[in-house]
């Protein structure tokens, strides 16, 4: 039956103008909401509001008009990265190195410091997680750089990004630091609002004393934009520094490389960014790869790609490295980038709840993003060592056993582990928090021919325990397993109730 002529059925157009309409409406609302935040702030705040929050405002902006939701890839387009833009470490080790003090002093170190240690069950910032012999990541990363600086008579510097949760913590633990040689600064990445996913609206209410809950630092992304803004960027650039290294504070491996800042200061073509890719296993399936794409290399992350093509991207054969977040980036070029307005990243949506069961958005972009934006992007396939990441108490029983031994603040893996990767290692939840990952263990086992542990349930483990090749334990519900002391277990499966008494 054919509808009435009167009654118009809508088109396609209709629709689409409907949804552009109601996009432009929410962002004419939320800007007035912005300036409403501004206002609630002190007067000397008020200006650094407005300047972050007009960052956001863009970022707002792009999430509704660009339809960021949907993949932002077209999967039949993915070309593989050209053989020249991904270059094997083992060619730079060809390099002769006879001024590392002249090429030191032209690198900044740069550890995103922002991310709280909260997933291990520790308060403050996860730089203050202690790792290895006491000492903590932050301790750690200052000890590389002072052996740096004093081997080769340079002063390369660390700068921190810190989020709002960590920043002043951070700031009374520095003091600690007064007596090294390592020139350290710290500034704030940007405080964002959360987005009430139904109204699309803050759901801060003010700047200043604001539940922290309302807002977030928007991910890595941001640290272009917050590192030009604080000056220091200006600051590095006159004091003639040309590159800043980037990682995650908590990626152990990811120690100064002179092979790589040879390359990036001397190669005949000039690199402004390159990223640090290593060999892809089935621990890795969900890390960002390199690709060609319209032209231009590109970081593909999973949250890009279309759900039919998931299963491709995991593929350890048709994507074989991933991305360490281990970047090199010429310091002179982001200033270009961010004052030309050319720096692209794609937009991560974060849907969260809070704790009062509002549904909200954070709007995120990653730092290895920005490599579409740079000339002359690189990524160099580097060994598996420089990809050393201490993200869960699993990782930490590795960084903390034989497997490595500590030298200066630099992890070397033990030179008796018979080959370079790192056991598969996963902890069951009783493990979780960092104290009860201690307390289970009278000493950490020997791991040094290991290749796979899964531990599940009351599990303890005595001292002097020996784990080889694959070994999985698991205690089922009220049960315990106490592993004896001076253990060797050698692919073995213990499972059941097995309690030591103690006599």
Same mark, same amino acid.
């Given at each position: 039956?054919?509808?009435?002529?009167?009654?118009?059925?809508?088109?396609?157009?209709?629709?689409?103008?409907?949804?552009?309409?109601?996009?432009?409406?929410?962002?004419?609302?939320?800007?007035?909401?912005?300036?409403?935040?501004?206002?609630?702030?002190?007067?000397?705040?008020?200006?650094?509001?407005?300047?972050?929050?007009?960052?956001?405002?863009?970022?707002?902006?792009?999430?509704?008009?660009?339809?960021?939701?949907?993949?932002?890839?077209?999967?039949?387009?993915?070309?593989?990265?050209?053989?020249?833009?991904?270059?094997?470490?083992?060619?730079?080790?060809?390099?002769?190195?006879?001024?590392?003090?002249?090429?030191?002093?032209?690198?900044?170190?740069?550890?995103?410091?922002?991310?709280?240690?909260?997933?291990?069950? &520790?308060?403050?910032?996860?730089?203050?997680?202690?790792?290895?012999?006491?000492?903590?990541?932050?301790?750690?990363?200052?000890?590389?750089?002072?052996?740096?600086?004093?081997?080769?008579? &340079?002063?390369?510097?660390?700068?921190?990004?810190?989020?709002?949760?960590?920043?002043?913590?951070?700031?009374?633990?520095?003091?600690?630091?007064?007596?090294?040689?390592?020139?350290?600064?710290?500034?704030?990445?940007?405080?964002?609002?959360?987005?009430?996913?139904?109204?699309?609206?803050?759901?801060?209410?003010?700047?200043?004393?604001?539940?922290?809950?309302?807002?977030?630092? #928007?991910?890595?992304?941001?640290?272009?934009?917050?590192?030009?803004?604080?000056?220091?960027? $200006?600051?590095?650039?006159?004091?003639?520094?040309?590159?800043?290294?980037?990682?995650?504070?908590?990626?152990?491996?990811?120690?100064?490389?002179?092979?790589?800042?040879?390359?990036?200061?001397?190669?005949?073509?000039?690199?402004?960014?390159?990223?640090?890719?290593?060999?892809?296993?089935?621990? $890795?399936?969900?890390?960002?790869?390199?690709?060609?794409?319209?032209?231009?290399?590109?970081?593909?992350?999973?949250?890009?790609?279309?759900?039919?093509?998931?299963?491709?991207?995991?593929?350890?054969?048709?994507?074989?490295?991933?991305?360490?977040?281990?970047?090199?980036?010429?310091?002179?070029?982001?200033?270009?980038?961010?004052?030309?307005?050319?720096?692209?990243?794609?937009?991560?949506?974060?849907?969260?709840?809070?704790?009062?069961?509002?549904?909200?958005?954070?709007?995120?972009?990653?730092?290895?993003?920005?490599?579409?934006?740079?000339?002359?992007?690189?990524?160099?396939?580097?060994?598996?060592?420089?990809?050393? #990441?201490?993200?869960?108490?699993? $990782?930490?029983?590795?960084?903390?056993?034989?497997?490595?031994?500590?030298?200066?603040?630099?992890?070397?893996?033990?030179?008796?582990?018979?080959?370079?990767?790192?056991?598969?290692?996963?902890?069951?939840?009783?493990?979780?928090?960092?104290?009860?990952?201690?307390?289970?263990?009278?000493?950490?086992? $020997? &791991?040094?021919?290991?290749?796979?542990?899964?531990?599940?349930?009351?599990?303890?483990?005595?001292?002097?325990?020996?784990?080889?090749?694959?070994?999985?334990?698991?205690?089922?519900?009220?049960?315990?397993?106490?592993?004896?002391?001076?253990?060797?277990?050698?692919?073995?499966?213990?499972?059941?109730?097995?309690?030591?008494?103690?006599?």
């Amino acid at each position: 039956m054919n509808p009435p002529l009167n009654k118009r059925t809508p088109s396609q157009t209709d629709i689409a103008e409907f949804k552009d309409l109601t996009k432009r409406d929410a962002l004419t609302r939320l800007q007035k909401s912005l300036n409403k935040l501004v206002m609630t702030g002190q007067s000397q705040s008020q200006k650094n509001s407005r300047t972050e929050l007009e960052g956001y405002e863009q970022l707002f902006s792009r999430y509704l008009l660009d339809n960021v939701d949907q993949p932002s890839i077209d999967w039949q387009d993915i070309l593989p990265p050209p053989e020249d833009t991904i270059i094997p470490y083992q060619k730079l080790l060809e390099t002769n190195i006879d001024d590392a003090k002249e090429l030191l002093n032209k690198l900044i170190v740069v550890k995103l410091n922002g991310g709280l240690g909260t997933t291990m069950g &520790c308060q403050g910032p996860k730089s203050v997680i202690s790792v290895r012999s006491g000492l903590t990541f932050l301790d750690l990363n200052i000890q590389q750089l002072e052996q740096l600086n004093r081997t080769y008579g &340079c002063d390369v510097p660390l700068v921190l990004m810190n989020s709002f949760n960590t920043h002043e913590e951070t700031e009374k633990i520095l003091q600690k630091y007064s007596h090294v040689s390592v020139k350290i600064y710290n500034f704030n990445q940007s405080k964002y609002p959360r987005i009430d996913r139904e109204t699309l609206l803050p759901v801060a209410t003010s700047i200043d004393g604001s539940d922290n809950a309302c807002w977030y630092p #928007p991910g890595h992304g941001d640290i272009y934009q917050a590192f030009y803004q604080s000056g220091l960027l $200006d600051q590095f650039i006159e004091q003639g520094k040309e590159y800043m290294f980037l990682s995650n504070i908590d990626n152990l491996g990811a120690t100064v490389d002179l092979y790589i800042l040879k390359h990036l200061l001397t190669d005949e073509t000039s690199h402004e960014f390159i990223m640090e890719v290593t060999d892809k296993t089935r621990a $890795d399936i969900k890390g960002g790869t390199l690709i060609q794409y319209q032209e231009t290399l590109r970081l593909l992350e999973i949250a890009q790609v279309p759900k039919e093509n998931v299963d491709e991207f995991k593929s350890v054969s048709k994507f074989r490295i991933f991305n360490t977040n281990n970047l090199w980036v010429n310091l002179p070029a982001i200033k270009r980038v961010i004052e030309d307005k050319t720096l692209q990243m794609e937009i991560i949506v974060n849907h969260k709840t809070m704790d009062n069961g509002l549904n909200v958005i954070q709007l995120e972009t990653a730092s290895g993003a920005a490599i579409q934006s740079f000339e002359g992007a690189q990524g160099i396939n580097v060994p598996r060592r420089r990809f050393l #990441p201490v993200k869960t108490t699993s $990782d930490l029983l590795l960084v903390m056993s034989n497997l490595f031994t500590l030298n200066r603040g630099n992890l070397v893996m033990n030179a008796k582990r018979s080959f370079p990767s790192v056991p598969l290692v996963k902890l069951g939840t009783s493990f979780i928090k960092v104290k009860d990952f201690l307390s289970r263990f009278q000493s950490i086992p $020997d &791991c040094l021919e290991l290749d796979s542990l899964t531990v599940s349930g009351d599990v303890t483990f005595g001292k002097g325990v020996s784990l080889r090749g694959t070994v999985i334990i698991i205690a089922n519900h009220g049960d315990r397993i106490d592993i004896p002391a001076g253990a060797i277990l050698e692919n073995k499966i213990v499972s059941g109730n097995l309690r030591i008494l103690e006599h």
